[in-house]
């Protein structure tokens, strides 16, 4: 009777399982840095991401060098940019997160907006002297950038975008 039970159990669970991936198609796609992800749910596909995931080769290729220029900020982008200091388990990060996907559709090809996850790029953690997530830079194509901290509201990020696109 209670082997039964516990393949009775066991049978219910993989059928609860398989249901829950049926209901749901998720696919990623990686290029240079940038996490695709379209997700297919009952209301058809949801648009893929703008935002650009940074290593820290990317970062000194592409936005700063630190280790050439370990103490002045020389920035290599020609257009404004967010950086997003964040982790996947962190709570504020995964609610800062949406907002910072409107402001990558809604300032597309005016800023560009980037992610680093700390638990992926320690060094960059440290370079960059992120104490507590969500850390967000603001930078502007010429000038030094704005470093936020925390959860911000949608109003802050655009008070803090109009002073980096000028």
């Known amino acids: 009777m209670k082997r039964n039970k516990a393949v009775l159990l066991v049978a ?3 059928m609860s399982t398989s249901m829950m991936f049926a209901s749901c198609k998720n696919t ?23 935002i650009v995931h940074l290593t820290a080769a990317q970062m000194i290729e592409k936005i ?7 103490n002045k900020w020389v920035y ?13 388990w962190c709570g ?24 680093i996850n700390v638990d992926d790029e320690p060094e960059l953690a440290q370079v ?7 850390m967000v830079l603001f930078v502007p194509a ?4 704005i470093q936020t901290m ?3 509201p949608e109003q802050d990020i655009e008070n803090t975008i109009a002073k980096i696109i000028k």
């Open 64 to 70: 700063y060098d630190y280790k050439a220029n370990p």
């Open 150 to 152: 925390g959860d911000l």
């Open 92 to 115: 504020p990060c995964k609610r800062l997160g949406p907002k910072l996907e409107k402001v990558a559709e809604k300032y597309d090809g005016q800023l560009t907006v980037y992610k």
């Open 28 to 50: 990623k796609t990686v290029t240079e840095g940038t996490i695709n992800t379209e997700v297919t749910t009952q209301n058809g596909p949801k648009k893929a991401s703008k």
């Open 128 to 134: 960059f002297g992120v104490q507590s997530i969500p």
């Open 142 to 145: 010429k000038g030094t950038p």
């Open 12 to 14: 219910t669970l993989l």
């Open 76 to 88: 290599k982008g020609d257009k404004p940019a967010i950086i997003d200091f964040y982790a996947d």
